[in-house]
């Protein structure tokens, strides 16, 4: 399964090194985000490349998104995932995992 996944987000890796890739999957399967969210399809909630694609080219994005996984949300996918919310992860992953796991997100 790691293999599938790590193939398909080198293959959506443009811009990142595949070091970084992996470890971004890695931290994702340790801090229990891929029971919701895979690189390119929806699962519960939406398809990392899909939030990549939103917040393309907006500078507060890593902020807004780095924020909303420490809180936790609803509203913004609703299309999505009919309504299911975006469960808090702070302080059960840590910040700086956090801000990486934004950064694996954003580069795809």
């Not at 293999?3 to 959506?12: E, F, K, R």
Request: proline share 5%.
């Amino acid at each position: 399964m790691k293999a599938v996944m790590l193939g398909m987000a080198m293959v959506a890796v443009s811009a990142v090194g595949v070091a970084q890739a992996e470890e971004g999957l890695d931290l994702a399967k340790k801090s229990g985000c891929l029971a919701c969210h895979s690189v390119d399809k929806k699962v519960v909630g939406p398809a990392w490349k899909d939030v990549a694609a939103r917040y393309k080219g907006k500078g507060d994005a890593k902020a807004t998104l780095v924020d909303k996984i420490k809180k936790g949300g609803k509203g913004n996918w609703t299309d999505v995932t009919g309504g299911v919310a975006m469960p808090p992860y702070s302080p059960r992953v840590p910040d700086a995992d956090i801000e990486k796991l934004v950064g694996f997100v954003l580069s795809l």
